[in-house]
């Protein structure tokens, strides 16, 4: 079982910057793949970034290319979104996951056993 804690969320203005973080309980973390999505209201869960268990391989959504960064610190059981140049399409509820299923799609929100409550992310025009 693990458990996941996303921080960092806020209100910040259009082209401004903030980090979440995510922290997981559990032993194993480190062997879990991880990701984050999104979600505005009406809107279904959107996939924002996806990294491998060590850390090596990092895939992102098109729309946050070259201006989003998801990283991780295993000693620290946490994961990490830097956003930069935020825009007000970002609004939305953060959410970290982890642990992808066996031959899941890492897009898919489905693919994933274990989520956070998320963390409210407000981009101001």
């Known amino acids: 079982q693990v458990q996941l804690g996303e921080s960092g969320g806020g209100l910040v203005q259009a082209g401004g910057s903030l980090r979440l973080s995510c922290a997981a309980s559990g032993r194993t973390f480190s062997s879990y793949a991880m990701a984050w999505f999104r979600q505005s209201p009406g809107k279904e869960r959107e996939f924002v970034a996806h990294i491998s268990w060590g850390g090596d391989n990092t895939y992102h959504a098109e729309s946050v290319k070259g201006r989003f960064t998801i990283s991780r610190d295993n000693a620290k059981n946490t994961i990490y979104l830097q956003m930069n140049s935020l825009k007000p399409e970002g609004t939305a509820v953060y959410y970290c996951?982890?642990?992808?299923?066996?031959?899941?799609?890492?897009?898919?929100?489905?693919?994933?056993?274990?989520w956070g409550q998320g963390t409210q992310v407000t981009v101001s025009s």
């Open positions: 996951a982890a642990d992808l299923k066996v031959y899941a799609t890492i897009r898919n929100p489905t693919s994933y056993n274990y």
